[in-house]
């Protein structure tokens, strides 16, 4: 019987663009292989052996001939190609309709009672790279006081402000106060702090980033897992994803190895249930500001400490490795791309070489984890543990 499954969402990974890739802007978008292309050669042995390299559509990365685990890719049946569309579809919650996006910024509707409700004015009001538009309006926001909003091609309203000149508490606050306004047709995936540090040419963004997102409209894995007294315990923005709801601990990190080492502590502790983790470097990092170089070495890094992970796990653990949609940082965009995403499994009680091939949306994964759990099911996936399962 399995007691525990492990997902490690690597947040962008993706294998390839979707079918209806044009129809997002994503023609050409293959994260993984392109940057492999881009940097000569990406070699990630642990990765290949768990069988990434034969995941099909998957050509520059090795192929090994004996893998330890099973593989495969997954359609998404959403629309949209955001964060949380990606890990709701993941956890069992298709949306028919996409997250409202703002590529002119948002209305002066919102814009205007927002800069009420704060009792000041905002700067910005666009779409940006994080790291630039600080660039761009941090000497003006340390000047007048004002918070830098701006969004991107996703679903988000993000608000910059240096900790010195509007204090993290009261960014939270803020935040806190946009999500209540940025509801009906303007009901964003997210609301983000993004607090930042430095003087004008030498701006860093900190750690202590918060996600403010949406309540999951419906029940999720999640909550079934967590309904039955088994644990739910999130490592990364899990918790901000799925705004706490269907979770029993959770703890934020500070980059991809912090969240490494708080998943293997929590494997190393007596839990049952779910461990979910979001390891988010590759995207915000890498893959938004167009870094193959340094999205390749992430990679790397991860690589090296999977063999780390894999000696943690139980005899009745199951590892699964997926991601929740493309950012390719070999392209033009600096936004998320429409993809497959891959899906490697593993474990003492998982078959090793079975291609699960391409499944028809990523709630195939919520399906298959409650289904080795022996919890129940979803409607919205189908489970593949019948042909992984020793």
Known sequence: MINRVILIVLDSVGVGELPDAKKYGDEGSDTLDNISKYVGGLRLPNLERMGLGLIEGVTEINKTENPIGSYGRSNEKSAGKDTTTGHWEISGLILDKPFPTYPNGFPDEIILKFEEAIGTKILGNKPASGTKIIEELGEEHIKTGYPIV??????????????????????????????????????????????????????????????????????????????????????????????????TESIHTKDNMD?????????????????????????????????????????????????????????????IITADHGCDPTTESTDHSREYIPILVYGEMIKKGVNIGTRKTYADIGATILDMLNIGDINTGTSFADLILK
């Open 150 to 247: 701006y969004t991107s091609a996703d679903s988000v309203f993000q608000i910059a402000a240096h900790e010195d000149v509007i204090p993290v508490k009261e960014l939270y606050k803020m935040c806190k106060i946009a999500r209540g306004i940025l509801t009906g047709n303007h009901n964003v995936g997210r609301v983000i702090a993004r607090p930042f540090i430095g003087e004008p040419g030498n701006f860093t963004r900190t750690a202590r980033r918060k996600d403010f997102a949406l309540k999951p409209p419906g029940k999720t894995i999640l909550d079934i897992i967590k309904d039955i007294s088994l644990d739910v315990l999130a490592v990364g923005k899990i918790e901000d994803i799925f705004a706490g709801k269907g979770i």
């Open 259 to 319: 969240g490494v080492d708080r998943t293997i502590q929590f494997m190393k502790e007596k839990n049952k249930g779910l461990i979910f983790t979001n390891l988010v470097d590759f995207d915000m990092k890498y893959g938004h500001r167009n870094d193959p170089v340094a999205y390749g070495n992430a990679l790397k890094e991860f690589d090296d400490r999977l063999p780390e992970i894999l000696e943690s796990m139980n005899k009745d653990d199951v590892l």
